[in-house]
């Protein structure tokens, strides 16, 4: 049996502009609490939601802007995100996802490589002046596309226009051309643009229609059992496909209610959110999870309203997985994979599914989309084989922006998006995921899987955490180094950590290095850094790199 599989269901798939579709969940759900953002006290049901997203497409269209023109956005969570991001579909402008943790040379050529007609910001986050860096960069001459900067909050900034202005400044005029301009939008139509993480090139620019988003939010939601019951605290960025579709639209899509905690993830912020909202169902990727289930007071917070969620966004160690589900009450958790290429989610557990299938791999196809396992010459390999995992179907992203080149090295001509991730198959159809293609060791010969290596060790007492990377070696080519961070108050030694190992896993998975640390380099959704950790291994060492990363 080959390590082919596709979902099959009764529903459709929704075809629909978001702009429509939401008209019609706000006409439906117009009385029930749409969005509740705790740090800037609001509280709208989808009947204001509806009214502000409809004066800030006019307020748009008022700047001169056309259908497929692009508008970034450079902000933490907050409601002036998901305004805008409802309000550029509604107005055919395609959105551009900034990362609020991008800084000056990021910021450039972001926005001269989609050619930004229009950048909303917040003034500053954490130590990043927004407003500095975008005046320089205007000043400079840097920025030639960028006709409009809109700035967030009460104060004004010469050269700038402000959000709630714009908002206001439609008239007549433009709310007839935007009523106009709904029924000529096509579903197809690019409507978002995610940067990749970069991390073995220059950011590219991942393009997805109506049709990627709004349906991969929809069976994302469906997969959850979400009903407009249901509230969803949303302490992922939104930035980032896990907020602004998994959270965002997989609400929108089933009438729930969306609770942000805080501009940026806060544990402390996001349990009492759960507590004091009475939230049904929570996001995040592990280190976030782990962060809330340590906290010191954790045992202060009533959480008994949570049933569901998603851990997504790297892989999520099995004895986290079981203590979010006893002591956070989310026995019905589900594990998500995808990436952002694909809108993002490929394979997704039930929330029925038995634990140990959800503790073990990331479940299933999702309905109307294709999966396979391929070898390195593309061919599907048998049930149980390691391979490159593929999906096709309408989740894969129209391609790179103005970039045919690597759009063609990801996406082949059966229409096949190739993830770099290394997967297996079972005989049911559950998917694991066992690596990167480009995290994989090889080490004497011997392929080794960090993530194997990482889930034994998770099993010690008192590691808390724990990354695995290959560093170079003269002898074999790689080694395996391990970075852990050890539960509060403990102390553990290098022989400690390879005793634990000895007998239990092969002798050439068994650490060569071993390194304590507080923190592990993160971007900002919460995935470890790899290649950062085997920068800082191979400087430390004095080793000799023989492989990039």
């Known amino acids: 049996m080959l390590s082919y599989d596709h979902g099959t269901s009764r529903t459709k798939l929704i075809g629909e502009t978001i702009g429509a579709f939401f008209d019609r969940q706000v006409a439906a759900h117009r009385e029930r609490e749409a969005l509740v953002v705790r740090h800037q006290n609001i509280r709208w049901n989808w009947g204001e939601l509806g009214r502000r997203v409809d004066d ?6 008022s700047l001169g802007l056309k259908r497929g023109e692009r508008v970034g956005i450079w902000s933490p969570n907050n409601a002036e995100w998901t305004l805008t991001q409802l ?145 969803l605290c949303i302490p992922v960025p939104l930035y980032h496909c896990f907020g602004m579709v998994m959270g965002n639209l997989g609400c929108l899509t089933h009438g729930s209610t969306m609770v942000y905690p805080a501009e940026a993830f806060d544990p ?46 790297s892989p999520c160690p099995i004895e986290v997985m079981k203590r979010v589900q006893s002591r956070m009450n989310m026995h019905e958790v589900t594990i998500a994979y995808g990436m952002t290429e694909t809108s993002p989610v490929s394979t997704q557990c039930a929330t029925d599914d038995p634990v140990e299938r959800r ?45 045919a080149e690597k759009t063609a090295e990801a996406i082949d001509a059966g229409g096949w998006m190739h993830t770099g991730d290394l997967a297996t198959m079972d005989e049911e159809g559950y998917v694991n995921i066992v690596g990167r293609l480009k995290d994989m060791v090889i080490r004497g010969g011997e392929n080794v899987y960090p993530r194997e290596i990482e889930e034994f060790l998770y099993r010690h007492p008192k590691v ?17 180094c391990a970075w852990i961070k050890l539960r509060d108050g403990e102390s553990a030694t290098d022989e400690e950590i390879r005793a634990f190992c000895k ?14 640390v507080d923190a592990f380099p993160m971007t900002i959704t919460g995935k470890v850094q790899k290649f950062i950790i085997r920068d800082e291994e191979i400087k430390q060492r004095g080793l000799v790199a023989q492989k990039t990363a």
């Open 503 to 516: 007998g239990q896993i092969a002798h050439y998975k068994i650490p060569r290095y071993v390194r304590f």
């Open 359 to 403: 503790v073990s791999t990331v479940g299933q196809v999702l309905p109307h989309i294709e999966i396979k396992i391929v070898d390195g010459e593309g061919k599907i390999v048998p049930r149980g084989e390691t391979g490159e995992f593929c999906t096709r179907g309408y989740s894969v992203m129209t391609g790179y922006w103005n970039d």
């Open 87 to 231: 309000a550029t579909a509604k107005a055919g402008l395609v959105l551009v996802n900034v990362n609020p943790a991008y800084r000056r040379a990021e910021l450039e050529y972001a926005m001269n490589k989609v050619e930004c007609g229009a950048l909303i910001l917040a003034p500053s986050l954490k130590t990043s002046n927004y407003l500095e860096i975008v005046e320089d960069l205007v000043r400079e001459r840097k920025l030639p596309h960028l006709r409009h900067i809109v700035r967030l909050g009460g104060e004004k900034t010469p050269g700038m226009l402000n959000f709630h202005d714009v908002a206001r400044a439609g008239g007549n005029a433009e709310k007839a051309a935007l009523a106009d301009l709904g029924p000529k939008l096509q579903f197809d139509d690019p409507i978002n643009i995610q940067f990749t993480s970069g991390t073995t090139g220059f950011p590219k620019g991942a393009t997805l229609s109506h049709h990627n988003i709004l349906n991969n939010g929809f069976f994302v939601g469906e997969g959850l059992k979400l009903t407009p019951e249901d509230r």
């Open 56 to 61: 800030l497409a006019a307020g748009l269209l």
């Open 268 to 313: 402390l912020a996001t349990l009492q959110a759960c507590a004091e909202e009475r939230c049904t169902a929570l996001y995040g990727v592990p280190t976030m999870f782990i962060a809330q289930l340590d906290h010191p007071r954790f045992a202060e917070f009533d959480l008994k309203s949570l049933r569901t969620g998603i851990m997504a966004g």
């Open 464 to 480: 808390q955490d724990v990354q695995v990377v290959g560093v170079p070696d003269t002898r074999y080519g790689e080694e395996v």
